[in-house]
T-cell receptor, first 117, second 116 residues
Framework: GDSVTQMEGPVTLSEEAFLTINCTYTATGYPSLFWYVQYPGEGLQLLLKATKADDKGSNKGFEATYRKETTSFHLEKGSVQVSDSAVYFCALSDEVAGGTSYGKLTFGQGTILTVHP | EAGVVQSPRYKIIEKKQPVAFWCNPISGHNTLYWYLQNLGQGPELLIRYENEEAVDDSQLPKDRFSAERLKGVDSTLKIQPAELGDSAVYLC??????????????FGPGTRLTVL
């Protein structure tokens, strides 16, 4: 079945440091890939997505590129802020024949990011 | 526009008691999902509704869990009886119309269940 593996956390960085959170996946077909963020006390929010190979998703300074050859979707940000402290989840959605996705999300285990001033 | 609403936000019960969670999706969203999130893990799908029809409930433990989505809007997830291992966060999400290709999911804040 489909699966997503994220780098082990937690990750602790100083403000303005460079961030990478690794994500690799196993899936049949051509899934869509997502990064969700969960701030303390809040629900998951979609951060960015990519629907096909070589697509780059970006939002709020975060980027991730859909790499089919390495089955990866690593999250990066050039300069993190204290407000980026949260839990980050990589996820993929299933795809059935004909290119239709029924939206079932398979999540990684999450990576806790803490950014210090 | 209001987001996905869930209640209660927190619930503490004794084992073997029943418990119910309620979800109101974003207005107009046809697809509704219930997820289970254990501590330190990502969410796992329990059940997905297209309007009032449960189209994927393969991960729902049907001996103690049940769900309904009357009239294709609000949904209720029930556990009876609850066990210690059910302590987790129960998340509800909705999307506009998966079958039409609008599959971005919007999540509610979740209900944190503690079973003592």
């Amino acid at each position: 079945g489909d699966s997503v593996t994220q780098m082990e956390g937690p990750v602790t960085l100083s403000e303005e440091a460079f961030l990478t959170i690794n994500c690799t996946y196993t899936a049949t077909g051509y899934p869509s890939l997502f990064w969700y963020v969960q701030y303390p006390g809040e629900g998951l929010q979609l951060l960015l997505k990519a629907t096909k190979a070589d697509d780059k998703g970006s939002n709020k300074g975060f980027e991730a590129t859909y790499r089919k050859e390495t089955t990866s979707f690593h999250l990066e940000k050039g300069s993190v802020q204290v407000s980026d402290s949260a839990v980050y989840f990589c996820a993929l959605s299933d795809e059935v024949a004909g290119g239709t996705s029924y939206g079932k999300l398979t999540f990684g285990q999450g990576t806790i990011l803490t950014v210090h001033p | 526009e209001a987001g996905v609403v869930q209640s209660p936000r927190y619930k503490i019960i004794e084992k073997k008691q029943p418990v119910a969670f309620w979800c109101n999706p974003i207005s107009g969203h046809n697809t509704l999902y219930w997820y289970l999130q254990n501590l330190g893990q990502g969410p796992e799908l329990l059940i997905r509704y297209e309007n009032e029809e449960a189209v994927d409930d393969s991960q729902l433990p049907k001996d103690r869990f049940s769900a309904e989505r009357l009239k294709g809007v609000d949904s209720t997830l029930k556990i009876q009886p609850a066990e210690l291992g059910d302590s987790a966060v129960y998340l509800c999400a909705s999307s506009l119309d998966v079958l039409a290709g609008f599959n971005e999911q919007f999540f509610g804040p979740g209900t944190r269940l503690t079973v003592l």
